[in-house]
């Protein structure tokens, strides 16, 4: 039960992080490898506030401060770096995600904050995992995904497919495509900050390893295996980062590499598997686009 | 003090090193090869490997370099060729290919650091006790660099292959195979992050990490120095080397290096958004 | 009536050191003609719509829109400033992925449309903005195609959808760079016809860069520039006769 609760958890969270970086790659075409440092820094954000302070701060209080400083951060790096060409700002972009990744290590060790205590919301304690996952996790993604399939609805989507299409059309018809890119990077590194502190509170502890370099590889594959601008692909991509991993660990743990080694094989594994679909399946399993290879470069 | 300086200008050396053979993938598949960096880490473990099988210093070396292009070679036939053109699943599949090779190493050698018993006696060189490591980076770097800049500046080869980058079929109607001008490049660059691989192991350590713990910091210098010049990464790689040795010794740990290099990686692209040394590209 | 583009002194190289592209360009166009820009290939008049547009900064010179300069030089600032400024591409632009209907729909962004505008459902449009785009699409015969999507048009195709777009952006000074290319017999009366429309009636200045004299035979261009590093025939109007021959003379006398 109590491993079921983690498991469904651990789905939502990686499903919403998938989500939030579509925002990034799929609307606007940046290529945010290093989004995991945003979630790492909405983490420390939320981790920094229950440890000091856990009575004082609550629930609504740690995530707007997560969301604000994910999209202060962006923002600033956005303006700054978004006239880029797109292979710069990839390099820039996992330079951040490492400096992230510095700076929780310096903090708190590679151990991370630990103990921290989960907040009460409206009265009702969230101890229970379940009682978490209904209260918190499960309405947030909702919105997550509400806010989505909205946008996909709108006129400002016409406007993002103009940008990525041709951008040169798009000023000469009025739009300021820097603007829209801040925006939609903006959006996508909040979310992924708000899910930082909410993946904080859920484990009750920090964890530096998960904004490695392998796992912003391994973030940005499940977006692409689970299908680009779509929300039943970025829940398959979430699926994929959760289930396949255990399942491969579960079957490798009785092969004769023996459990030692099972995460190395695992990643392997995974590796051949994303050269395989980039190779053949370029739409992922339920992508609504293609990846945008034209508009690459400036 | 000038211990220091030594080991900064070797840091920088070996950096340019790989920068160098990551800006020749880059010029002419116009992508960024994130296996590169893993190359690093192949090239440093097939030397210990070498060593494991007791072959001595030079040919461990020779077989390493060699190996570690080939490999270079065979990944971009197969994880890049039938991909050409299309950038962003090009990149993708260096993801693939990154992990794939760090998994692999770990599998076989496990997550601890060795040390690379290659090169480690010491020599005196104008009064001074460096490791012959050492000597032979600062060899390599003012033989090389040299050497690039002519074949790509002066000879015919050079000049195709950075046509290639623009118009495939223009340079292939010129009787040149394209192709295998591709695959030598990636031997070459795929050689050099060996060699450099090879070096770094002996002088600090070997991990599964070290090529990405290295080859972030090439990635930073390229970007820094742009892509258009070869003396742009020469210099722009010294002052790096110069720099990380600096801060390493002001804060003792490499978290900071990373923020000094990423803030100086945002100044510089704030002012120069081409590179330092990066080709003037028109703006509007 | 103050003129709506007025350009001053345009100068333009693309190396500092080098012979200069364009050498103190001036021109004014004023509402309700069209004018006709001649040139032989490589002799700037793309490089002078990159220009006026913004997409291009002139090395000297000033461009005066509306009788003011905008803020910012940025192309998306000058294309919106004032009654707005729309421009064609040489190669059609086009989303290619979606409709040529929902690729009509954007050209609202250019006047008048507010940021809030565009967080309105994609699908609930104004109405009068919607019947205007279908009686264009009537007006030059592509009606058909406005549920096409737009990659699957043929060039000339999207060279008529590229216009249309330009003119429904509702900008009083519309650069067109040659707008008839590959455009069928049937279609391109119509199209001249909308173009007179849009200028003797909305008043608009039209711009168009063309290679070749015979349109003007057709009662459609007002007034010729003819562009050889400056405008060495300004502004002339005459009987399409008289203004054939001057560009004939034009085109030869490089020869």
């Not at chain 1, 579509?22 to 981790?47: D, E, M, P, R």
């Not at chain 2, 070797?10 to 010029?27: C, D, R, Y």
């Not at chain 2, 801060?247 to 740990?253: A, H, K, N, T």
């Not at chain 3, 195609?145 to 519309?174: C, H, P």
Request: with cysteine; aromatic share 10%.
């Amino acid at each position: 039960m109590q491993l079921l609760a983690h498991i469904t958890a651990h789905l939502i969270i990686y499903s919403a992080l998938v989500l939030s970086l579509s925002f990034a790659v799929s609307k606007v075409n940046i290529w945010s490898v290093g989004h995991l440092g945003f979630f790492g820094i909405g983490s420390v954000c939320a981790a920094a506030l229950l440890a000091t302070q856990p009575t004082l701060y609550t629930f609504p209080c740690t995530v707007l401060v997560a969301a604000t400083a994910g999209a202060l951060l962006s923002a600033l790096l956005g303006f700054a770096t978004l006239r880029l060409k797109q292979d710069f700002f990839v390099i820039l972009s996992l330079a951040f995600s490492e400096v992230v990744l510095g700076v929780c290590i310096s903090w708190k060790g590679p151990a991370g904050f630990n103990n921290l205590a989960r907040p009460t919301v409206l009265g009702i304690s969230l101890e229970d995992d379940w009682v978490f996952i209904g209260v918190v996790l499960l309405p947030f993604f909702i919105a997550a995904g509400a806010v989505f399939v909205r946008f996909s609805r709108m006129r400002i989507d016409r406007v993002c497919a103009l940008i990525q299409a041709n951008e040169e059309l798009a000023m000469v018809l009025g739009v300021s495509p820097l603007y829209y890119k801040v925006g939609c990077f903006c959006l996508a590194s909040a979310t992924a900050s708000v899910w930082g502190a909410l993946a904080t509170i859920y484990a009750r502890s920090t964890d530096p390893n998960q904004i490695s370099i392998e796992s912003n590889l391994l973030l940005f594959s499940a977006l692409l295996f689970g299908g680009l601008n779509s929300l039943r692909g970025s829940i398959l991509g979430g699926l994929l980062l959760v289930v396949v991993p255990s399942l491969l660990e579960a079957t490798l743990s009785y092969s004769p590499f023996g459990g030692n080694y099972a995460a190395e094989f695992r990643q392997l594994l995974m590796g051949c598997l994303l050269i395989v679909v980039v190779r053949w399946m370029p739409k992922g399993l339920v992508g609504a686009t293609t990846l945008n290879h034209s508009r690459g470069g400036r | 003090m000038t211990d220091l300086l030594i080991n900064g200008v070797v840091i920088g050396v070996l950096i340019a090193l790989v920068a160098l053979g990551f800006a020749l993938t880059f010029s002419i598949l116009k992508f960024i090869n994130f296996a590169h960096t893993d190359l690093i880490t192949v090239g440093g473990y097939l030397a210990y490997s070498c060593g494991r099988l007791k072959l001595s210093v030079v040919p461990s070396v020779i077989v390493a370099t060699v190996l570690t292009g080939l490999l270079g070679v065979v990944i971009e036939r197969l994880a890049y060729r039938p991909l050409r053109g299309q950038r962003l699943s090009m990149f993708l599949s260096s993801f693939g290919v990154s992990i794939l090779l760090n998994s692999s190493i770990t599998l076989c050698f496990g997550s601890t650091s060795r040390t690379l018993p290659i090169a480690q006696d010491a020599v005196r060189v104008a009064g001074r006790t460096l490791a012959s490591a050492e000597v032979i980076a600062l060899c390599l770097f003012l033989v090389l660099l040299p050497l690039s800049w002519f074949i790509f500046r002066k000879t015919q080869y050079g000049l195709a292959a950075r046509a290639i980058s623009e118009n495939w079929d223009g340079v292939a109607l010129l009787g040149i195979p394209c192709d295998r001008l591709v695959s030598c490049v990636f031997f070459v660059s795929s050689g050099l992050a060996a060699l450099a691989g090879i070096l770094l192991g002996s002088l600090y350590s070997l991990s599964p990490q070290m090529g990405h713990k290295y080859g972030i910091w090439a990635f930073v210098l390229v970007v820094v120095a742009g892509f258009g010049s070869i003396f742009g990464i020469a210099t722009t790689g010294l002052f790096a080397g110069l720099l990380i040795t600096a801060v390493m010794y002001c804060f003792g740990s490499y978290t900071f290096v990373n923020a000094v290099l990423f803030g100086i990686l945002t100044i510089v692209l704030l002012v120069r958004p081409d590179g330092l040394f990066g080709m003037r590209l028109r703006r509007f | 009536m103050p003129p709506l583009l007025r350009v001053s002194g345009l100068t333009f190289s693309y190396d500092p050191e080098a012979e200069p592209l364009l050498r103190g360009v001036t021109f004014e166009c004023n509402t309700g003609k069209i004018y006709g820009l001649f040139g032989n290939n490589g002799s700037g008049k793309t490089t002078l719509f990159n220009i006026i547009c913004g997409l291009t900064r002139h090395t000297a010179g000033q461009i005066d829109y509306y009788g003011g300069v905008p803020s910012s030089l940025s192309p998306s600032n000058i294309c919106s400033f004032r009654h707005g400024l729309a421009r064609t591409f040489q190669v059609p632009a086009l989303v290619d992925e979606i409709s040529v209907f929902d690729n009509l729909t954007l050209a609202r962004r250019s006047v008048g449309e507010r940021f809030c505008d565009v967080l309105h459902s994609a699908s609930r449009l104004d109405e009068k903005f919607e019947s205007q785009i279908e009686e264009y699409l009537r007006a030059v015969a592509i009606d058909p195609l406005a549920n096409k999507a737009a990659g699957s048009l043929s060039y000339g195709e999207r060279r008529l959808v590229s216009d249309l777009m330009a003119l429904l952006t509702g900008a009083q000074i519309v650069l067109m760079d040659e707008p008839f290319s590959n455009v069928d017999a049937g279609r391109l009366d119509a199209l001249k016809r909308l173009l007179r429309k849009e200028a003797r009636e909305a008043g608009k200045c039209i711009v168009i860069i063309e290679h070749s004299p015979e349109h003007l035979a057709q009662d459609l261009i007002d007034s010729v520039f003819c562009l050889r590093k400056t405008l060495v025939v300004n502004g002339f109007e005459g009987s399409p006769q008289e203004t054939l021959r001057v560009i004939n003379s034009f085109t030869y006398d490089e020869a």
